[in-house]
Nanobody, 124 residues
């Protein structure tokens, strides 16, 4: 089970830190990802991190502004979001996939496990 938190309302240029807490054991065997979905749009990839946290992948739209990280001892993954823009407004979801070694995944269809989402609203 995945529980996302940390969303809220922030002004453009501000920062937020999202967290996703995973229940159960073997968290370190899962690759993790963050996705977002704006009203009327499809869910889109934001960032991914491999099992160990040694490799990451970002959508071009967030590269240089967002940072994904994980703490396997605490079964959590974070998304640090800086320089937020109004177009970052969306519901953000964390997702998990039982990974092969250092694999990273960026497709919605590659993640069988999803959290409930947390709303991020960026005002201009």
């Amino acid at each position: 089970q995945l529980q996302a938190s940390g969303g809220g309302l922030v002004q453009a240029g501000g920062s937020l830190r999202l967290s996703c807490a995973a229940s159960g054991r073997a968290f370190s065997t899962y690759a993790m990802g963050w996705f977002r979905q704006a009203p009327g749009k499809e869910r889109e990839f934001v960032a991914a991190i491999n099992r160990s946290g040694g490799s990451t992948l970002y959508a071009e739209s967030v590269k240089g502004r967002f940072t994904i990280s994980r703490d396997n001892a605490k079964n959590t993954v974070h998304l640090e979001m800086n320089s937020l823009k109004p177009e970052d407004t969306a519901v953000y979801y964390c997702a998990a996939n039982r990974a092969i070694l250092s694999a990273l995944y960026r497709r919605v269809s590659e993640y069988p496990y999803w959290g409930q989402g947390t709303q991020v609203t960026v005002s201009s």
